[in-house]
């Protein structure tokens, strides 16, 4: 089993920044793949971001790319994401996974973190 806690969400404005926080707990964290998805209100979740293992590759929708980072400490069992330039259509609930494989990750995740709001406003 894996635990994952997500931290740093919050209320920001359209173009400004955040980085969200994952922890995690239980067996060997540099073995998994690590990502984020999210869900906004009356929509379903979609994926985010997603990390090897290693963190020699990355992976990004297309919502996305160019504006949020992905990346993980292993030393610290933690993962980020760090969002620019955030826009209001960014609002949504994030939520860390973890998968034994990075398409895993990016599809169907085994583990799920318990999620954290982000509100960006207008």
């Known amino acids: 089993q894996v635990q994952l806690v997500e931290s740093g969400g919050g209320l920001v404005q359209t173009g400004d920044s955040l980085r969200l926080s994952c922890a995690a707990s239980?067996?060997?964290?540099?073995?998994?793949?690590l990502g984020w998805f999210r869900q906004a209100p009356g929509k379903e979740r979609e994926f985010v971001a997603a990390?090897?293992?290693?963190?020699?590759?990355?992976y990004y929708s297309d919502s996305v790319k160019g504006r949020f980072t992905i990346s993980r400490d292993n030393a610290k069992n933690t993962m980020y994401l760090q969002m620019n330039n955030l826009k209001p259509e960014d609002t949504a609930v994030y939520y860390c996974?973890?998968?034994?494989?990075?398409?895993?990750?990016?599809?169907?995740?085994?583990?799920w973190g318990q999620g954290t709001q982000v509100t960006v406003s207008s």
């Open positions: 996974v973890a998968d034994s494989s990075v398409v895993g990750t990016r599809r169907n995740p085994d583990y």
């Open positions: 239980g067996r060997t964290f540099s073995n998994y793949a």
């Open positions: 990390i090897h293992s290693a963190g020699r590759n990355t």
